[in-house]
């Protein structure tokens, strides 16, 4: 089992930047394929950023392209999202999830290919 817990969400103004960080425990999170993905007010959850267990491999949604980075430090068990250019249509609940098999290479977009998920971080931005 993996527990996931997100921090460093909040309000911030059009333009502003936030770090959102995903801590892991239960199991070491070095090697797993992990992402992040948001929720809207009455939208379903969409990717945004996913990571391969090594961290040499990353994936980004068209919109965040350029404005977002994720990153990951296996030795800490957490992984990053730095958001920078933030604008209104970013905001959203902030969850990350792990899958439960180790691929070093792989990342994946879907939600249905991950096993944990973290509760969410509220990321709001005002215009």
């Known amino acids: 089992q993996v527990q996931l817990v997100e921090s460093g969400g909040g309000l911030v103004q059009a333009g502003g930047s936030l770090r959102l960080s995903c801590a892991a425990s239960?199991?070491?999170?070095?090697?797993?394929?992990m992402g992040w993905f948001r929720q809207a007010p009455g939208k379903g959850r969409e990717f945004v950023a996913a990571?391969?267990?090594?961290?040499?491999?990353?994936d980004y949604t068209d919109p965040v392209k350029g404005r977002f980075t994720i990153s990951r430090v296996n030795a800490k068990n957490t992984v990053y999202l730095q958001m920078n250019s933030l604008n209104p249509e970013d905001t959203a609940v902030y969850s990350c999830?792990?899958?439960?098999?180790?691929?070093?290479?792989?990342?994946?977009?879907?939600?249905?290919?991950?096993?944990?998920w973290g509760q969410g971080t509220q990321v709001t931005v005002s215009s």
């Open positions: 239960g199991r070491t999170a070095g090697g797993l394929a």
């Open positions: 999830a792990a899958r439960s098999t180790y691929s070093s290479s792989n990342y994946y977009r879907a939600v249905r290919e991950y096993d944990y």
């Open positions: 990571i391969s267990g090594s961290g040499a491999n990353t």
